[in-house]
């Protein structure tokens, strides 16, 4: 079996399709979506729409909530928050009902599926070997997927060790499964790139093979920042897409 893992789309329209044309031709049988398809980008309903062709395994990310609920923004900063009001305005009542259909958590073929974290809470980031612990000690799985940081890494726990190692993956890498190992990996960001690669990222597990492959796919990003642009959203934002950050 062979999953592509699709997350933190982020409306970035440009970038999911470079992203699907790329795993065409590699064999996908289901699709895997760690959450966050909209937020900061112009093209929301675009981007659900595909994402839900593709019917895959799922869980909600906290801009999805906050996509849905005027509540849940009250964290954001101004700039994200900007872009989660004008994406509450654009979604049609089908895309908002399939991401308040979406649950936080999701457990499939031996494998977790979580936006921020397992514990302490679930918007919680990712970043660092004591950031996973808590999710290691939660999760009943060997991997979990996440997604949140918009960072391309994994973290290995071997057995016996106190602390997790973490392993960065920004610009493409293959992770092969170890016996008795856990891992948590985070395939990087589709539309919105933060760990200095502005290439789009996304991942393949190959169950056989026991290997996930982070990929990078250059897209157009220009395209996307001159869309965002016209649809009156922050430019920096817009600028951010440039440097992946
Ligand atoms: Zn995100």
């Avoid at 982020?10 to 790329?22: P, Q």
Wanted: contains cysteine; negative net charge; aromatic residues 8%.
């Amino acid at each position: 079996m062979r999953y592509g893992i699709i997350s933190d789309v982020h409306s970035n329209l440009v970038a999911l399709k470079a992203v699907l044309g790329e795993l065409e031709g590699r064999d996908i049988d289901k699709f895997v979506c760690p959450g966050d398809t909209v937020g900061y980008g112009p093209r929301p309903n675009e981007c659900v729409r595909l994402v839900r062709e593709l019917e895959p395994v799922s869980v909600v990310g906290n801009h999805d909530v906050a996509a849905l609920d005027t509540a849940a923004d009250e964290w954001f900063n101004a700039m994200a928050r900007a872009a989660v009001v004008w994406t509450r305005q654009e979604l049609s009542e089908g895309n908002s009902e399939y991401l308040r259909g979406l649950q936080p958590v999701a457990v499939f073929d031996d494998v977790t599926l979580v936006h921020g974290a397992l514990a302490p809470d679930l918007w919680d980031y990712i970043s660092s070997p004591w950031e996973a612990q808590p999710t290691f000690e939660a999760m009943k799985t060997q991997l979990c997927f996440v997604g949140h940081s918009h960072f391309a890494e994994w973290y290995e726990l071997r057995p016996g060790a106190a602390v997790p190692l973490q392993v960065g993956a920004t610009s493409g890498r293959t992770l092969t499964f170890t016996n008795g190992v856990r891992y948590i990996v985070n395939p990087g960001s589709v539309g919105q790139p933060r760990d200095g690669d502005p290439r789009a990222a996304c991942a393949v597990y190959d169950t056989d093979q026991g290997t996930v492959e982070v990929l990078r796919v250059p897209y157009d990003i220009a395209e996307c920042q001159r869309d965002m642009l016209e649809k009156g959203l922050p430019s920096p934002l817009a600028q951010r897409l440039g440097l992946g950050v």
